[in-house]
């Protein structure tokens, strides 16, 4: 059995033209290295599946044989480090994507792409499993999808992490580093991964896409040098440098404050793709006049969060608006709106930047976030409060101040429970009462009092995305009442 997928894996291998027939023989020796064999048997393979079943098989074979625990992580590490048999080394990668960027940067960055995806690095068939929809809400539609892509952890895999010897390489799930690094049970395995030089603002940095692709083409671009994110003119000169490179892509960066920031603070990093999110369809609501840069638009965007939007044809320009405005805002209070800059030393406020191009011209925009939290909100008082924590209560990133909500997977399987919890006489009492599905009665009580038809699973589906507007409404700094409205101007005129 083992060499006939063995021989359905190089096959695979050639028809994504990963390999070449005269690497055949290479790639499929280092495959019976890789598990432990030293015989082999030229077993007709099967035909016509994907890349996930072969390496199931697999690692099927290998548990089977005492080579590796029946473990998702064991599982992992096994199939990255066998996919890494067929796949060519980088420089081969890179010198391809410069070649199709001279055609192209859309089709270098396609092309790129869709090697990682048969590499499995990006694991497609994870992808494809989780839930995506769109919600009416008044500021469009936005687009929420669950999270089925990434696996949990198995508990007996924690449990073993504990006894493992600490590592501190690499530096972080990052850094340079994990290109080719075979990964143990705290760490990814990283066999398959290839990235992209490129530089920006004259440094060293990285593109590659991200394993896990919450969007199209979702990518991450970083900094060679591991050091903290900050937020200063250098990030708004590079976002714009890079979709000047890459035209066809949008890219941000996440906050560099605790609380409103991304999940890797530590290592400065973008994420960029191509894809149209929300908030870049969303109209300006108010225009304003920078009298320092008279060739820039400017305008408050009609979004539940606190967005300012430039645009402009000079990149440094824009990025000088860009900055005024950052540097204005980073010491900005307004007791009115509960907004205070610092506690002591302490700062509280920065923003999420966003570039794109439109057109020729080059467009930024600018979320305003604080991360100042009290007794009555401990989690942040522009973070989602207590009342929406059944739908998320996880930091409000980049990503999802574009509009795209990442929901926790358990919610797939609490709505399943809920429809048909729902559909019994006595479910206010039940729900109440139920240690998984109680989190929810209160969210679930306010629906029904509103809505008269049954509440069944494209309802939920309609009600999750309201409560996801409701989420970023709480992480916008300036609400949108008419208090919220009239401060945020009066923050415009201190511009």
């Known amino acids: 059995m083992i060499f006939s997928l063995i021989n359905e894996l190089l096959n695979y291998g050639l028809e994504k033209e990963l390999i070449d027939k005269d690497e055949l023989i290479y790639s499929r020796n280092l495959i019976l290295d890789s598990l432990n064999l030293d015989d082999w048997k030229d077993d007709a393979p099967k035909v016509g599946r994907d890349i996930e079943a072969i390496l199931l098989d697999i690692c099927g074979w290998a548990i089977e044989n005492d080579l590796i625990n029946n473990s998702p992580a064991e599982m992992e590490l096994l199939d990255t480090k066998i996919m890494n048999c067929i796949l060519p080394r980088p420089k081969t990668v890179i010198e391809k994507f410069k070649t199709d ?29 989780n ?4 919600s009416k809400t008044p500021y469009g539609d936005l687009e929420i999808t669950i999270n089925l892509a990434k ?16 590592s501190s390489y690499p530096s972080c799930l990052l850094c340079l580093d994990n290109v080719g690094y075979a990964g143990r049970l705290n760490h990814p395995a990283r066999s398959t991964h290839r990235v992209i030089p490129m530089t920006l603002k004259s440094e060293n940095w990285y593109f590659q896409f991200s394993p896990y692709v919450y969007y199209n083409e979702h990518s991450i671009v970083f900094c060679e040098e591991h050091r903290p994110m900050k937020m ?25 404050l605790p609380i409103v920031g991304g999940s890797i603070l530590s290592h400065d990093h ?32 009609k979004w539940p969060m606190s967005v300012v939007r430039l645009t402009g044809s000079d990149k440094e320009s824009l990025s000088n608006a860009a900055l005024h405005i950052f ?7 307004d007791e009115s709106v509960q907004l205070h800059s610092h506690s002591g030393d302490t700062p509280h406020n920065t923003v999420t930047p ?109 009600e999750i995305g309201k409560t996801f507007s409701t989420v970023l409404e709480h992480a916008g700094v300036f609400k949108r009442d008419t208090l919220g409205k009239e401060a945020f101007q009066k923050f415009m005129n201190t511009l």
């Open 101 to 129: 960027y001279a055609i192209s940067p859309e089709i270098a960055t396609l092309n790129y792409y869709n090697f990682s995806k048969a590499t499995n690095y990006i694991r497609d068939a994870r992808i494809k499993r």
């Open 131 to 134: 839930l995506h929809w769109f």
């Open 151 to 166: 696996p949990e952890k198995d508990p007996k895999d924690i449990e073993r992490e504990k006894n493992m010897p600490k």
């Open 232 to 256: 200063s003119k250098d990030t708004f000169d590079r976002l714009l440098e890079f979709v000047e490179q890459f035209p066809h892509y949008c890219i941000g960066s996440n906050a560099d």
């Open 270 to 301: 973008y994420q960029a793709g191509k894809h149209i999110f929300p908030m870049e369809k969303a109209e300006i609501e108010n225009r304003f006049d920078l009298k320092d840069f008279p060739e820039i638009e400017c305008g408050t965007v």
């Open 327 to 333: 540097n204005s805002w980073k010491n900005y209070s």
């Open 354 to 462: 966003i570039a794109r191009r439109v057109g020729e011209k080059f467009q930024i925009d600018l979320a305003l976030r604080n991360n100042r939290t009290s007794d009555e909100h401990p989690m942040g008082i522009f973070h989602p409060h207590s009342e929406v924590h059944n739908i998320k209560k996880e930091n409000i990133g980049l990503i999802e101040v574009m509009g795209l909500a990442i929901l926790p997977g358990r919610l797939q399987e609490e709505m399943s429970l809920l429809e048909k919890a729902l559909k019994k006489p006595n479910w206010k009492e039940n729900l109440k009462n139920d240690s998984v599905l109680g989190k929810h009665f209160d969210w679930i009580n306010e629906i029904s009092s509103r809505r008269e038809k049954p509440i069944d699973g494209e309802v939920l589906k309609e």
